[in-house]
C-alpha cells in the first residue's frame, strides 16, 4: 500500500474528505482487501476521539492558535463520523462480498475445469453434418442411412406451379409409426419452414420446421437440395397428404407445395 493511499485511509475515516475524493476511495476500497483491513483497524481510533473533550484537551495546549484548530478538527469528527459511519460500512461490506464471490467463482472454475465431463466424446468433437446429408438410421437395411436421391419407402414428389418449389418426399412405416424423408429444392430464402401432415379426418400436425437461408437451396447459388427427416406417430394409412408451408413473423402461413 503507497503513503498515499495510507493518508487516504486515515482521511476517510475521520471522515474529512471531500464527496469527489471520498467516493474515489470508495471505489478503490472495493478492490483492495489492504486498505479494506486498514480502515477497518482504525474505526476504534475514530470512535475514540469522537469521544474526546475538546475543551479539556485544548485547555492543556500551549498555543491558542493550536488549540482552536485542534478542537475544530476534533468537533468535524464528531460531526462527519456519524454521516460517513452507514458509507463506511456499505464500502466495507461490498468490498467482503466482491472478495467473496471471486472466490467462489475461482473454486467453481477450477471444479469446472478440472472435473472430466461424463459427457464429453473421448477425442476432438466432430463438425456437424451438413444439411446434404442425412444422418444414418439405426435399424435401416444394411445398416446404411437413408439418404441422396434414393428415399427409402413409398415415393411421393410435386412441384407447385405457383411457388415453383418441389418437395420429393418418403413415408416409411414403422411399428412406432411413420418415418418421413423429404428433400425440398428451388426454394428461396430466407424463409421459415415447417412440414404438416394432413390427417384423413382433416386436422394436421406439424412434423418438423427449419430455416432457409439467403441462398436457399436446389437453386444457383445452392444447387443441393436440402434433405431432413422427420417421424410421427400417425400410421401410413391416416396421412392424407404432406405440405411444406413458410410462416411470417405474424404467424401467418402460406403453402409453398403440397405432396401427392
Not at 488549540?67 to 464528531?78: A, F, N, Q, S
Not at 404438416?196 to 420446421?209: I, N, P, Q
Not at 437451396?217 to 431432413?228: I, K
Request: charged content about 25%.
Amino acid at each position: 500500500m503507497t503513503q498515499e493511499q495510507h493518508f487516504d485511509v486515515a482521511a476517510y475515516a475521520l471522515g474529512v474528505l471531500d464527496d469527489r475524493d471520498a467516493a474515489r476511495f470508495e471505489d478503490h476500497l472495493i478492490d483492495c482487501a489492504t486498505c479494506a483491513i486498514e480502515l477497518e483497524s482504525m474505526l476504534p481510533v475514530v470512535d475514540i476521539l469522537s469521544d474526546v473533550d475538546a475543551d479539556a484537551l485544548v485547555a492543556t495546549e500551549q498555543s491558542r492558535r493550536d488549540g482552536i484548530v485542534l478542537k475544530k478538527m476534533i468537533g468535524e469528527v464528531k460531526r462527519e463520523r456519524r454521516r460517513a459511519n452507514s458509507r463506511r460500512l456499505y464500502s466495507l461490506a461490498a468490498a467482503v462480498v466482491v472478495f467473496a464471490m471471486l472466490s467462489i467463482g475461482a473454486l467453481f472454475a477450477g471444479g469446472q475445469w478440472l472435473a472430466p465431463d461424463p459427457q464429453a466424446p473421448s477425442t476432438q468433437a466432430q463438425p456437424p453434418r451438413s444439411s446434404k446429408q442425412l444422418d444414418p438410421l439405426p435399424f435401416s437395411e444394411g445398416g446404411v442411412g437413408i439418404g441422396g436421391p434414393d428415399l427409402a419407402g413409398e415415393r411421393l414428389g410435386g412441384t407447385d406451379a405457383r411457388s415453383g418449389v418441389r418437395a420429393d418426399v418418403a413415408l416409411e412405416p414403422k411399428d412406432w409409426g411413420t418415418q418421413v424423408s423429404f428433400a425440398v429444392s428451388n426454394i428461396k430464402g430466407p424463409l421459415t419452414c415447417r412440414l404438416v401432415a394432413v390427417r384423413t379426418d382433416g386436422s394436421s400436425e406439424v412434423l418438423s420446421t427449419w430455416q432457409v437461408g439467403d441462398k436457399g437451396w436446389g437453386t444457383a447459388a445452392q444447387p443441393d437440395p436440402l434433405l431432413l427427416q422427420a417421424a410421427t406417430a400417425l400410421p401410413r394409412e391416416d396421412i392424407a397428404h404432406l405440405q411444406i408451408q413458410s410462416i411470417d413473423d405474424k404467424g401467418a402461413t402460406e403453402t409453398l407445395v403440397r405432396v401427392p
